[in-house]
């Protein structure tokens, strides 16, 4: 791999991926409209590479900004490198489609450029009736274990 003038890895197979990337990560207690305005301006400002997940949960204002930059001219949408990543209560082989078209349909994109593993340890959430999790099983190095008492968001975890 080299850095092209650009700023830019070239892979093996032609395709570039922009070295410097803007992580779009919002915390909860920061309002969903400032990782919008904040992917604005990160676009604005040169950002080419948008790194972004679905448990985030800010698929929609991230799109939205995109979308926005786009539509003043600012950037094509082939100039955005935009990363997304499965979750880990999506690593069963039928179910990693539904995450990647559930974050397609939230950007409204029509593709992502870069779809990786968010994080190699897969999850089994356990839903409430009210929506909430209230429990985890996750398998690590083969060994089941369960943290039923836990009710946080798989974010957290």
């Known amino acids: 791999m080299e850095l092209d003038k650009d700023l830019c890895i070239k892979m093996n197979d032609g395709n570039k991926i922009p070295a410097l990337g803007f992580g779009t990560y919002c ?3 920061v309002q969903k ?3 919008e305005e904040a992917t604005k ?5 040169g950002f080419r590479h948008i790194d972004g ?3 985030y949960g800010i698929e929609e204002e991230v799109g939205r900004a ?3 930059k786009i539509a003043d001219g600012t950037v094509k949408r082939e100039d955005i490198f935009y990363t997304g990543k499965l979750w ?11 995450c990647l078209e559930q974050s397609l349909k939230k950007l409204k994109f029509d593709y992502l450029d870069l779809f990786i593993i968010h ?3 897969s999850l089994k959430a356990f839903i409430s009736v009210q929506g909430r999790i ?10 089941l274990v369960q943290s039923p008492a836990l009710v946080a968001r798989p974010s957290i975890i």
């Open 88 to 98: 880990n209560t999506f690593h069963r082989p039928e179910l990693v489609r539904s």
């Open 134 to 143: 209230i429990g985890l099983e996750w398998t690590l190095r083969g060994h």
């Open 53 to 55: 997940a679905f448990v």
């Open 41 to 45: 301006v990160a676009i604005e400002v």
């Open 33 to 35: 409209s400032k990782c």
């Open 119 to 121: 994080n190699p340890m």
């Open 66 to 68: 995109v979308h926005e």
């Open 27 to 29: 915390p909860d207690d």
